[in-house]
């Protein structure tokens, strides 16, 4: 991979970091980015469905209805003219195991993610539908 995409592999994790700060999760806070030929065509972190309240957790637990980033991202593309088919998502957080199934249904061809999850099998769902995936650690790379 050349010198320009690593660049831009790391500005669009940052900026997924920063959108992550949306969040009112208090446990973690997760962005995501969607990116087609060089332009942001969706966006989302992780937070509960429209309506509800912004609490996440309660008694530290994160409630079941919290949508992950991913997921926030990818339905958000439904409801547009945009769509995923060959498209980058640059996320936060390695995605679970959910958010890999709709990644590969939604298209995804390319994942970069910037912080390392305990359970891996969402890493691995997709490396076995052939989904290039990356991890980068941006607290190491600024450029």
Same mark, same amino acid.
Request: glycine share 4%; aromatic share 6%.
């Given at each position: 991979?050349?010198?320009?995409?690593?660049?831009?592999?790391?500005?669009?994790?940052?900026?997924?970091?920063?959108?992550?700060?949306?969040?009112?999760?208090?446990?973690?806070?997760?962005?995501?980015?969607?990116?087609?030929?060089?332009?942001?065509?969706?966006?989302?972190?992780?937070?509960?469905?429209?309506?509800?309240?912004?609490?996440?957790?309660?008694?530290?637990?994160? !409630?079941?209805?919290? !949508?992950?980033?991913? #997921?926030? %991202?990818?339905?958000?593309? %439904?409801?547009?003219?945009?769509?995923?088919?060959?498209?980058? !998502?640059?996320?936060?957080?390695?995605?679970?195991?959910?958010?890999?199934?709709?990644?590969?249904? #939604?298209?995804?061809?390319?994942?970069?993610? #910037?912080?390392?999850?305990?359970?891996?099998?969402?890493?691995?769902? !997709?490396?076995?539908?052939?989904?290039?995936?990356?991890?980068?650690?941006?607290?190491?790379?600024?450029?």
């Amino acid at each position: 991979m050349d010198d320009k995409q690593q660049k831009l592999d790391i500005r669009y994790l940052r900026m997924a970091k920063i959108w992550a700060e949306n969040s009112y999760c208090k446990r973690r806070q997760v962005g995501a980015l969607v990116v087609k030929d060089q332009m942001i065509i969706s966006d989302g972190y992780n937070g509960t469905p429209s309506g509800f309240d912004n609490v996440c957790e309660e008694n530290n637990v994160t !409630l079941p209805y919290v !949508l992950h980033a991913e #997921a926030n %991202a990818i339905t958000k593309l %439904a409801r547009s003219s945009n769509n995923s088919d060959g498209a980058t !998502l640059y996320v936060t957080d390695a995605p679970c195991i959910e958010c890999s199934k709709l990644i590969i249904q #939604a298209g995804i061809k390319r994942v970069v993610y #910037a912080r390392n999850y305990r359970l891996d099998d969402g890493i691995r769902l !997709l490396k076995q539908a052939n989904i290039e995936v990356e991890y980068k650690n941006i607290e190491d790379n600024v450029s």
